[in-house]
T-cell receptor
Framework: AQKITQTQPGMFVQEKEAVTLDCTYDTSDPSYGLFWYKQPSSGEMIFLIYQGSYDQQNATEGRYSLNFQKARKSANLVISASQLGDSAMYFCAMSGPQGAQKLVFGQGTRLTINP | GAGVSQSPSNKVTEKGKDVELRCDPISGHTALYWYRQSLGQGLEFLIYFQGNSAPDKSGLPSDRFSAERTGGSVSTLTIQRTQQEDSAVYLC????????????FGPGTRLTVT
Protein backbone atom coordinates (compact mmCIF):
# COMPACT_ATOMS: atom_id res chain seq x y z
CA ALA A 1 0.00 0.00 0.00
CA GLN A 2 1.09 3.58 -0.57
CA LYS A 3 2.47 5.34 2.43
CA ILE A 4 3.95 8.78 3.00
CA THR A 5 6.05 9.51 6.07
CA GLN A 6 6.90 12.99 7.30
CA THR A 7 9.07 12.60 10.38
CA GLN A 8 9.24 16.26 11.42
CA PRO A 9 6.06 17.32 13.20
CA GLY A 10 7.44 20.84 13.64
CA MET A 11 10.37 22.93 12.48
CA PHE A 12 11.59 26.38 13.47
CA VAL A 13 13.80 28.34 11.09
CA GLN A 14 15.22 31.85 11.02
CA GLU A 15 13.99 34.13 8.28
CA LYS A 16 16.14 34.07 5.12
CA GLU A 17 17.58 30.67 5.92
CA ALA A 18 16.98 27.66 3.68
CA VAL A 19 14.87 24.84 5.07
CA THR A 20 14.45 21.20 4.10
CA LEU A 21 11.24 19.34 4.89
CA ASP A 22 11.61 15.58 4.84
CA CYS A 23 9.34 13.15 3.04
CA THR A 24 9.81 9.45 2.45
CA TYR A 25 7.39 7.24 0.60
CA ASP A 26 6.65 3.60 0.05
CA THR A 27 5.15 2.13 -3.08
CA SER A 28 5.46 -0.89 -5.30
CA ASP A 29 4.26 1.00 -8.36
CA PRO A 30 6.95 1.74 -10.95
CA SER A 31 5.19 4.95 -11.98
CA TYR A 32 3.92 7.56 -9.56
CA GLY A 33 3.72 11.27 -8.87
CA LEU A 34 4.88 13.18 -5.81
CA PHE A 35 3.34 16.47 -4.68
CA TRP A 36 3.88 19.08 -2.00
CA TYR A 37 1.11 21.28 -0.64
CA LYS A 38 1.16 24.22 1.75
CA GLN A 39 -1.69 24.83 4.20
CA PRO A 40 -1.60 28.22 5.94
CA SER A 41 -3.66 28.90 9.03
CA SER A 42 -6.51 29.99 6.74
CA GLY A 43 -6.95 26.31 5.86
CA GLU A 44 -6.65 26.37 2.09
CA MET A 45 -4.42 23.79 0.43
CA ILE A 46 -1.97 25.39 -1.99
CA PHE A 47 -0.16 23.30 -4.58
CA LEU A 48 3.59 23.95 -4.57
CA ILE A 49 5.49 21.48 -6.69
CA TYR A 50 5.25 18.15 -8.52
CA GLN A 51 7.78 15.44 -9.34
CA GLY A 52 7.12 12.48 -11.62
CA SER A 53 8.86 9.21 -10.86
CA TYR A 54 10.44 9.10 -14.30
CA ASP A 55 11.57 12.72 -14.33
CA GLN A 56 15.32 12.89 -14.72
CA GLN A 57 15.74 16.27 -13.08
CA ASN A 58 14.58 17.56 -9.73
CA ALA A 59 11.55 19.82 -9.99
CA THR A 60 11.90 23.51 -9.18
CA GLU A 61 9.28 26.26 -8.80
CA GLY A 62 10.67 29.62 -7.75
CA ARG A 63 12.02 29.28 -4.21
CA TYR A 64 10.79 25.67 -3.99
CA SER A 65 12.75 22.68 -5.16
CA LEU A 66 12.19 18.99 -4.67
CA ASN A 67 15.20 16.86 -3.78
CA PHE A 68 14.13 13.57 -5.38
CA GLN A 69 16.19 10.52 -4.47
CA LYS A 70 14.41 7.60 -6.05
CA ALA A 71 16.61 4.85 -4.68
CA ARG A 72 16.06 6.14 -1.15
CA LYS A 73 12.37 6.80 -1.83
CA SER A 74 12.66 10.32 -0.57
CA ALA A 75 11.18 13.54 -1.92
CA ASN A 76 12.30 16.35 0.35
CA LEU A 77 11.07 19.91 -0.18
CA VAL A 78 13.68 22.64 -0.07
CA ILE A 79 12.61 26.24 0.47
CA SER A 80 15.35 28.77 -0.19
CA ALA A 81 15.55 32.18 1.49
CA SER A 82 12.60 31.53 3.80
CA GLN A 83 10.06 34.29 4.45
CA LEU A 84 7.65 34.92 7.31
CA GLY A 85 4.81 34.03 4.96
CA ASP A 86 6.21 30.53 4.60
CA SER A 87 4.95 29.69 8.09
CA ALA A 88 2.34 26.97 7.51
CA MET A 89 1.68 23.25 7.49
CA TYR A 90 3.35 21.41 4.64
CA PHE A 91 2.05 18.12 3.29
CA CYS A 92 3.80 15.64 1.07
CA ALA A 93 1.53 13.45 -1.07
CA MET A 94 1.74 10.82 -3.76
CA SER A 95 -0.61 9.47 -6.36
CA GLY A 96 -2.62 6.47 -5.34
CA PRO A 97 -1.78 2.82 -5.98
CA GLN A 98 -2.21 1.07 -9.31
CA GLY A 99 -2.98 4.17 -11.26
CA ALA A 100 -5.57 5.57 -8.88
CA GLN A 101 -5.90 9.33 -9.09
CA LYS A 102 -6.46 9.93 -5.40
CA LEU A 103 -3.67 11.44 -3.35
CA VAL A 104 -2.20 9.77 -0.29
CA PHE A 105 -0.99 12.38 2.19
CA GLY A 106 1.56 12.40 4.98
CA GLN A 107 0.78 13.79 8.41
CA GLY A 108 2.41 17.11 7.65
CA THR A 109 5.16 19.31 9.07
CA ARG A 110 4.39 22.61 10.77
CA LEU A 111 6.99 25.14 9.70
CA THR A 112 7.49 28.32 11.70
CA ILE A 113 9.71 31.09 10.36
CA ASN A 114 11.13 33.33 13.06
CA PRO A 115 12.01 36.98 12.33
CA GLY B 1 -10.11 32.39 -13.20
CA ALA B 2 -12.40 31.18 -10.43
CA GLY B 3 -11.08 28.49 -8.16
CA VAL B 4 -12.86 25.62 -6.48
CA SER B 5 -15.72 26.83 -4.31
CA GLN B 6 -17.45 25.03 -1.48
CA SER B 7 -20.55 25.72 0.54
CA PRO B 8 -21.34 26.17 3.29
CA SER B 9 -18.03 27.27 4.81
CA ASN B 10 -19.22 26.17 8.24
CA LYS B 11 -21.95 23.77 9.27
CA VAL B 12 -23.07 22.90 12.77
CA THR B 13 -25.55 20.07 13.03
CA GLU B 14 -27.04 17.85 15.67
CA LYS B 15 -26.11 14.21 15.91
CA GLY B 16 -28.43 12.11 13.79
CA LYS B 17 -29.24 14.82 11.24
CA ASP B 18 -28.35 14.60 7.56
CA VAL B 19 -26.06 17.17 5.93
CA GLU B 20 -25.20 18.09 2.36
CA LEU B 21 -21.93 19.70 1.35
CA ARG B 22 -21.51 21.28 -2.06
CA CYS B 23 -18.51 21.68 -4.34
CA ASP B 24 -18.14 23.68 -7.55
CA PRO B 25 -14.96 22.64 -9.38
CA ILE B 26 -12.82 24.73 -11.67
CA SER B 27 -14.43 25.01 -15.08
CA GLY B 28 -13.00 22.47 -17.49
CA HIS B 29 -11.65 20.15 -14.82
CA THR B 30 -12.86 16.63 -15.44
CA ALA B 31 -11.79 15.13 -12.14
CA LEU B 32 -13.30 15.98 -8.76
CA TYR B 33 -12.19 14.69 -5.35
CA TRP B 34 -13.45 14.76 -1.78
CA TYR B 35 -11.10 14.53 1.20
CA ARG B 36 -11.60 14.81 4.94
CA GLN B 37 -9.19 16.44 7.37
CA SER B 38 -9.64 15.85 11.07
CA LEU B 39 -8.08 18.28 13.54
CA GLY B 40 -4.30 18.26 13.27
CA GLN B 41 -4.29 15.38 10.82
CA GLY B 42 -3.42 14.84 7.19
CA LEU B 43 -6.01 14.49 4.49
CA GLU B 44 -8.01 11.31 4.11
CA PHE B 45 -9.34 10.43 0.66
CA LEU B 46 -13.08 9.82 0.44
CA ILE B 47 -14.22 9.61 -3.20
CA TYR B 48 -13.36 10.83 -6.66
CA PHE B 49 -15.14 11.30 -9.97
CA GLN B 50 -13.45 11.23 -13.36
CA GLY B 51 -15.54 12.20 -16.34
CA ASN B 52 -18.28 9.66 -17.03
CA SER B 53 -16.47 6.79 -15.33
CA ALA B 54 -17.84 5.09 -12.24
CA PRO B 55 -16.62 6.97 -9.16
CA ASP B 56 -13.92 5.53 -6.92
CA LYS B 57 -15.73 5.22 -3.59
CA SER B 58 -13.01 3.26 -1.86
CA GLY B 59 -12.36 5.90 0.80
CA LEU B 60 -15.92 6.36 2.07
CA PRO B 61 -15.82 5.36 5.77
CA SER B 62 -19.37 4.00 5.97
CA ASP B 63 -22.60 3.66 4.02
CA ARG B 64 -23.81 6.85 5.70
CA PHE B 65 -21.57 8.73 3.26
CA SER B 66 -22.50 9.21 -0.38
CA ALA B 67 -21.69 11.64 -3.16
CA GLU B 68 -22.92 12.50 -6.58
CA ARG B 69 -21.75 14.69 -9.39
CA THR B 70 -24.36 16.16 -11.67
CA GLY B 71 -23.66 17.08 -15.26
CA GLY B 72 -19.96 16.48 -14.81
CA SER B 73 -19.63 19.61 -12.73
CA VAL B 74 -21.11 20.32 -9.28
CA SER B 75 -20.80 17.65 -6.64
CA THR B 76 -22.69 17.05 -3.40
CA LEU B 77 -21.36 15.01 -0.49
CA THR B 78 -24.14 13.74 1.76
CA ILE B 79 -23.67 12.41 5.27
CA GLN B 80 -26.71 10.71 6.75
CA ARG B 81 -27.39 10.30 10.45
CA THR B 82 -24.30 12.31 11.39
CA GLN B 83 -22.12 11.17 14.26
CA GLN B 84 -19.68 13.20 16.37
CA GLU B 85 -16.74 11.45 14.73
CA ASP B 86 -17.85 12.96 11.42
CA SER B 87 -16.72 16.38 12.68
CA ALA B 88 -13.90 17.49 10.38
CA VAL B 89 -13.07 19.80 7.52
CA TYR B 90 -14.30 18.41 4.22
CA LEU B 91 -12.17 19.49 1.29
CA CYS B 92 -13.05 19.29 -2.36
CA UNK B 93 -10.47 19.39 -5.14
CA UNK B 94 -10.51 19.30 -8.92
CA UNK B 95 -7.94 18.61 -11.59
CA UNK B 96 -7.59 18.20 -15.31
CA UNK B 97 -7.67 14.49 -14.69
CA UNK B 98 -5.04 11.84 -14.57
CA UNK B 99 -2.78 10.94 -11.72
CA UNK B 100 0.01 13.30 -12.72
CA UNK B 101 -1.97 16.51 -12.61
CA UNK B 102 -1.99 18.63 -9.51
CA UNK B 103 -5.25 18.95 -7.64
CA UNK B 104 -6.62 22.38 -6.76
CA PHE B 105 -8.44 22.56 -3.48
CA GLY B 106 -11.40 24.56 -2.30
CA PRO B 107 -11.52 26.37 1.05
CA GLY B 108 -13.32 23.47 2.74
CA THR B 109 -16.45 23.04 4.81
CA ARG B 110 -15.94 22.79 8.55
CA LEU B 111 -18.53 20.35 9.89
CA THR B 112 -19.26 20.22 13.59
CA VAL B 113 -21.62 17.56 14.91
CA THR B 114 -22.93 18.32 18.39
Amino acid sequence: AQKITQTQPGMFVQEKEAVTLDCTYDTSDPSYGLFWYKQPSSGEMIFLIYQGSYDQQNATEGRYSLNFQKARKSANLVISASQLGDSAMYFCAMSGPQGAQKLVFGQGTRLTINP
Amino acid sequence: GAGVSQSPSNKVTEKGKDVELRCDPISGHTALYWYRQSLGQGLEFLIYFQGNSAPDKSGLPSDRFSAERTGGSVSTLTIQRTQQEDSAVYLCASSLGGRYYEQYFGPGTRLTVT
